[in-house]
């Protein structure tokens, strides 16, 4: 498993790292973001879509599951934090997100990673309050590189 780690001190560090992200995302990945509410999931997001070439003004699709954006590639930003049952993903169906040619993003993937794809890449956002209230760590995961 390949493990990286970073660390960011204001909102806009948080938000540079989503876009380098994004500049690097290619056709058909998955990024699953995990994190505690207000950890800055949607600064991360935000700044991922930009490195898409998307100047839209993103949202959290929290009552919609799922927000579609056209950039280099398709973007779909997904927040599945109010979904009680996978099978929720399923009626929308996730499928053609998950291994389509779009590049997915997906908030509080950890609630639905039976579903998730192995070869998924897993960020997770984290506060340390004795570091400072803007410092973030972010570790990214990539299961399917030994």
Known sequence: MNMQQFEM???????DIGKNFGEKASEGQVYCLIGDLGVGKTVFTKGFASGLGINEHITSPTFTIVNEYEGRNKFYHFDVYRISDVEEMFEIGYEEYFYGNGICLIEWANLIEEIIPKEAIWITIEKDLEKGLDYRKITVKKEGEV
């Open 9 to 15: 001190y204001t909102p806009e560090e948080t938000n």
